[in-house]
T-cell receptor, first 118, second 115 residues
């Protein structure tokens, strides 16, 4: 059965610290996608990244980086030099299959609330 | 380019009233999704459309909920009659077809309160 686990319910750090948000997934498919979304206090859901199961290269985008490890079924998200504006709930999600006919449903983790203190 | 547009942003209504939520997807996107978010249940997919056709409505909680997509640029989610347990944030999302089919972009949401 497919499942996404974000074990950290809430994380609180002081500004400029690095912080890693954990995501562990379960799937029987060999082809799947993983996502991270950000939900700031204003409420909208902002797409951050999509990775497919064939690409295990780490991704870096400014202060954000993602570490995908199939061996541990994890897709962790690190924010370097955190800022107050990074405060939000972050969701990890899984989509199985590829292309038309696949299951389009995203399986969502419960989210991790990140608090960055000034 | 405009993102996904939802209206209203906030809706307060009384139990038993009909509620209609509206969504305009990103132009050129073939897929449209309706989600509900609550503290207890997190994000739940209610229904999704491909090229205006409903594909999977298994997430629609009960017959009081209905969704339509009369054309590529407009969709509605209707609740009739509304109940207090329907209080939630309702999101609409859209995505392209092809290789980007599951890269969903969300609207700002409609916060529904049923008294």
């Amino acid at each position: 059965a497919q499942k996404v686990t974000q074990a950290q319910t809430e994380i609180s750090v002081v500004e400029k610290e690095d912080v890693t948000l954990d995501c562990v997934y379960e799937t029987r498919d060999t082809t799947y996608y993983l996502f991270w979304y950000k939900q700031p206090p204003s409420g909208e859901l902002v797409f951050l990244i999509r990775r497919n199961s064939f690409d295990e290269q780490n991704e870096i985008s400014g202060r954000y980086s993602w570490n995908f490890q199939k061996s541990t079924s994890s897709f962790n998200f690190t924010i370097t030099a955190s800022q107050v504006v990074d405060s939000a709930v972050y969701f990890c999600a899984l989509s199985e299959g590829v292309g038309p006919g696949s299951n389009y449903q995203l399986i969502w983790g419960a989210g991790t609330k990140l608090i960055i203190k000034p | 380019d405009a993102g996904v547009i939802q209206s209203p942003r906030h809706e307060v209504t009384e139990m038993g009233q009909e509620v209609t939520l509206r969504c305009k997807p990103i132009s050129g996107h073939d897929y449209l999704f309706w989600y509900r978010q609550t503290m207890m249940r997190g994000l739940e997919l209610l229904i999704y459309f491909n090229n205006n056709v409903p594909i999977d409505d298994s997430g629609m909680p009960e017959d009081r909920f209905s969704a339509k997509m009369p054309n590529a640029s407009f969709s509605t989610l209707k609740i009739q009659p509304s109940e207090p347990r329907d209080s939630a944030v309702y999101f609409c999302a859209s995505s392209r077809g092809g290789r980007s089919y599951n890269e969903q972009f969300f609207g700002p949401g409609t916060r529904l309160t049923v008294l």
